[in-house]
């Protein structure tokens, strides 16, 4: 079937039927999406939300951590409940995991989600899945989240609202780096162009999204670029987030986001790495890459998981026990390229 000049491929289609067959109106459901949510999560459960209310579905998104403050003028008033995510997923009789596809990254929120009878998944990334069973609108090709939830509201003609079209907008800019990285396809294109005969405004959505920052933002990214290495001879850089860095500068983990490519924009550079201490004493590496380096490959090897090129992974251990095992990992993946 096609809608507005977009193909929606009959996997998808068939996906989007079974998901919508759990939601019946007076069933209530949760959305949530993995830890330190980024734009495409909140903006594709986001606009899930606006699907729903207005087929009379009760929603509520339940994330496991707060929703970054760059992205909450698209929540609408009520409709956040990550405060006590934990009851809202136990409560609801319909789960809808948006944005990943495990229980890896959904923090305290794993084991409600668990333990709920019907969980159903929207997701692009490439992973085996641990969510319990349920239907599935999975598609690792697809540039973001938001471009199959598009695919969803389009396959069941349910229409979408501007304050739909802008979340998935949101979404889908933010994934593929402002249409600036590989997963930019003329699909997703088309998906956005479709966004924008909805009444998006893309330069307003810019200016939320990129041209907000606190002060505190830039100060942390300036320490954090002071770390940076670079092996020319690898095509291998990296940056290490300072211990008490987020803290010192009133910063958030979201605030992180978009460093790593600094070090990618390094002429020669192929991998670049973000490595950063979380408070569980794990360490979390960010890794970004350009041409044939795979690192969803490489995080793989850590527990990870992502797209070839972005991917991450968290460790056990000390930052310096983290850094030594991932770069020699790096080193020895480049010099076989």
Same mark, same amino acid.
């Given at each position: 079937? *096609?809608?507005?000049?977009? *193909?929606?491929?009959?996997?998808?289609?068939?996906?989007?039927?079974?998901?919508?067959?759990?939601?019946?109106?007076?069933?209530?459901? %949760?959305?949530?999406?993995?830890?330190?949510?980024?734009?495409?999560?909140?903006?594709?459960?986001?606009?899930?939300?606006?699907?729903? %209310?207005?087929?009379?579905?009760?929603?509520?998104?339940?994330?496991?951590?707060?929703?970054?403050?760059?992205?909450?003028?698209?929540?609408?008033?009520?409709?956040?409940?990550?405060?006590?995510?934990?009851?809202?997923?136990?409560?609801?009789?319909?789960?809808?995991?948006?944005?990943?596809?495990?229980?890896?990254?959904?923090?305290?929120?794993?084991?409600?989600?668990? @333990?709920?009878?019907?969980?159903?998944?929207?997701?692009?990334?490439?992973?085996?899945?641990?969510?319990?069973?349920?239907?599935?609108?999975?598609?690792?090709?697809?540039?973001?989240?938001?471009?199959?939830?598009?695919?969803? %509201?389009?396959?069941?003609?349910?229409?979408?609202?501007?304050?739909?079209?802008?979340?998935?907008?949101?979404?889908?800019?933010?994934?593929?780096?402002?249409?600036?990285?590989?997963?930019?396809?003329?699909?997703?294109?088309?998906?956005?162009?479709?966004?924008?005969?909805?009444?998006?405004?893309?330069?307003?959505?810019?200016?939320?999204?990129?041209?907000?920052?606190?002060?505190?933002?830039?100060?942390?990214?300036?320490?954090?670029? @002071?770390?940076?290495?670079?092996?020319?001879?690898?095509?291998?850089?990296?940056?290490?987030?300072?211990?008490?860095?987020? @803290?010192?500068?009133?910063?958030?983990?979201?605030?992180?986001?978009?460093?790593?490519?600094?070090?990618?924009?390094?002429?020669?550079?192929?991998?670049?790495?973000?490595?950063?201490?979380?408070?569980?004493?794990?360490?979390?590496?960010?890794?970004?890459?350009?041409?044939?380096?795979?690192?969803?490959?490489?995080?793989?090897?850590?527990?990870?998981?992502?797209?070839?090129?972005?991917?991450?992974?968290?460790?056990?251990?000390?930052?310096?026990?983290? @850094?030594?095992?991932?770069?020699?990992?790096?080193?020895?993946?480049?010099?076989?390229?």
């Amino acid at each position: 079937m *096609s809608v507005n000049g977009v *193909s929606i491929p009959p996997d998808r289609a068939r996906a989007a039927g079974e998901i919508a067959a759990l939601l019946t109106p007076g069933r209530r459901v %949760a959305l949530t999406t993995h830890v330190n949510a980024d734009g495409d999560g909140v903006g594709s459960e986001v606009a899930l939300w606006h699907l729903l %209310a207005a087929r009379h579905v009760p929603a509520a998104i339940a994330n496991p951590t707060p929703i970054p403050e760059r992205f909450h003028f698209l929540v609408p008033r009520g409709a956040d409940h990550s405060e006590r995510a934990a009851r809202e997923i136990e409560s609801a009789d319909v789960v809808i995991v948006l944005d990943i596809s495990d229980t890896s990254r959904l923090g305290d929120l794993a084991r409600a989600i668990r @333990q709920s009878h019907a969980v159903a998944c929207i997701d692009h990334h490439v992973s085996g899945g641990s969510l319990p069973g349920g239907p599935r609108l999975v598609a690792p090709e697809a540039a973001a989240t938001a471009e199959l939830v598009f695919d969803f %509201a389009s396959a069941l003609e349910w229409p979408l609202s501007p304050d739909a079209a802008r979340a998935l907008y949101v979404g889908i800019l933010t994934d593929t780096g402002a249409f600036r990285f590989a997963n930019t396809t003329p699909r997703v294109l088309r998906v956005a162009g479709a966004l924008l005969e909805r009444g998006v405004d893309p330069e307003s959505i810019y200016e939320s999204v990129y041209a907000s920052a606190p002060e505190g933002r830039v100060r942390l990214m300036t320490e954090v670029l @002071q770390t940076l290495v670079v092996e020319r001879e690898r095509g291998l850089a990296w940056v290490t987030v300072p211990p008490d860095a987020l @803290q010192r500068h009133g910063a958030t983990a979201d605030d992180l986001d978009g460093i790593v490519e600094y070090p990618r924009s390094i002429a020669g550079v192929r991998l670049a790495l973000l490595f950063r201490q979380l408070a569980n004493g794990k360490v979390k590496v960010s890794f970004r890459s350009l041409g044939d380096v795979d690192v969803a490959e490489l995080a793989h090897r850590f527990g990870g998981g992502g797209h070839r090129k972005a991917a991450g992974a968290s460790l056990e251990g000390t930052m310096a026990g983290a @850094q030594a095992k991932v770069l020699a990992a790096a080193r020895a993946y480049l010099n076989g390229r």
